[in-house]
T-cell receptor, first 113, second 114 residues
Framework: KQEVTQIPAALSVPEGENLVLNCSFT??????LQWFRQDPGKGLTSLLL?????REQTSGRLNASLDKSSGRSTLYIAASQPGDSATYLC????????????FGEGTQLTVNP | DADVTQTPRNRITKTGKRIMLECSQT?????MYWYRQDPGLGLRLIYY???????NKGEISDGYSVSRQAQAKFSLSLESAIPNQTALYFC?????????????FGPGTRLTVT
């Protein structure tokens, strides 16, 4: 059974700092990995999707990497802004899961002005 | 208009009541999912459907049932609501035709069972 862990559970940084969020998974036979953003009480916004054959994806100030062999992904946020404050969720689709996602518990990010 | 909509957005109900949460999508996707999120936890899959005649249980289906009325509509029912079903419920869709299998989420329904 796939298990997804995100570290740290919460992170507080000053504005302008570069930061890294971590995601680890136990079954390396994955189809893809998605990073989502969730604002308080709101839905999920997809940030980046990395397919199993890819090593990284970039969108603006965000860069997500994938290392299947070690069961790890990182989300790098450059030059953080207060508007980046949210919970970031990692979700993995395993090859045998039939397109179901397994989610981590999320990292709650606060960027202080 | 949003591609994936959920109704109601908020609902307060009492223990023992039957309640239905509805999800509609205009993306033309064949696959639909219901997830539940509890405070401080990630999302957990309740039920999923790959087409109108294909319904599957997820990891936490006890106490829930679903109906896929059409390709665009997927409803979640709580036959007799209990307080520990208080949570944020999300519907999602994806397409078997898209190789990325990316899932798109609705805005969520906040359910409180008193």
């Amino acid at each position: 059974k796939q298990e997804v862990t995100q570290i740290p559970a919460a992170l507080s940084v000053p504005e302008g700092e570069n930061l890294v969020l971590n995601c680890s998974f136990t079954d390396s036979a994955i189809y893809n990995l998605q990073w989502f953003r969730q604002d308080p009480g709101k839905g999920l916004t997809s940030l980046l999707l990395i397919q199993s054959s890819q090593r990284e994806q970039t969108s603006g100030r965000l860069n997500a990497s994938l290392d299947k062999s070690s069961g790890r992904s990182t989300l790098y946020i450059a030059a953080s802004q207060p508007g980046d404050s949210a919970t970031y969720l990692c979700a993995v689709m395993t090859e045998t899961s039939g397109s179901r996602l397994t989610f981590g518990e999320g990292t709650q990010l606060t960027v202080n002005p | 208009d949003a591609d994936v909509t959920q109704t109601p957005r908020n609902r307060i109900t009492k223990t023992g009541k039957r309640i239905m949460l509805e999800c509609s999508q205009t993306k033309g996707h064949d696959r639909m999912y219901w997830y539940r999120q509890d405070p401080g936890l990630g999302l957990r899959l309740i039920y999923y459907s790959f087409d109108v005649k294909d319904i599957n249980k997820g990891e936490i289906s006890d106490g829930y049932s679903v109906s896929r009325q059409a390709q665009a509509k997927f409803s979640l029912s709580l036959e007799s609501a209990i307080p520990n079903q208080t949570a944020l419920y999300f519907c999602a869709t994806s397409s078997e035709r898209e190789t990325r299998h990316e899932q798109y989420f609705g805005p969520g329904t906040r359910l409180t069972v008193t």
